[in-house]
């Protein structure tokens, strides 16, 4: 099988759910350290847009 996405959406992805892990899982629980608006600001604003945009291709 061919991967025919770029690698940065492959980045794109495993970032994503990092971020998404990681925003109330120990040890870093963004959003009680008061890092969950720039979390969030993150996923919807910047992550979501640019997975759409290379899915299209």
């Known amino acids: 099988m061919i991967y025919s996405f770029p690698a ?3 980045g794109f992805t495993v970032f994503g759910n ?3 892990w990681f925003y109330t899982a120990p040890p870093v629980r963004l959003a009680y350290r008061g890092l969950g608006e720039v979390a969030t600001m993150l996923a ?3 992550l979501m847009p640019a997975i759409g945009d290379f ?3």
């Open 44 to 46: 919807l604003g910047f």
């Open 55 to 57: 899915s299209q291709y």
């Open 8 to 10: 940065a959406f492959f």
């Open 18 to 20: 990092l971020l998404c």
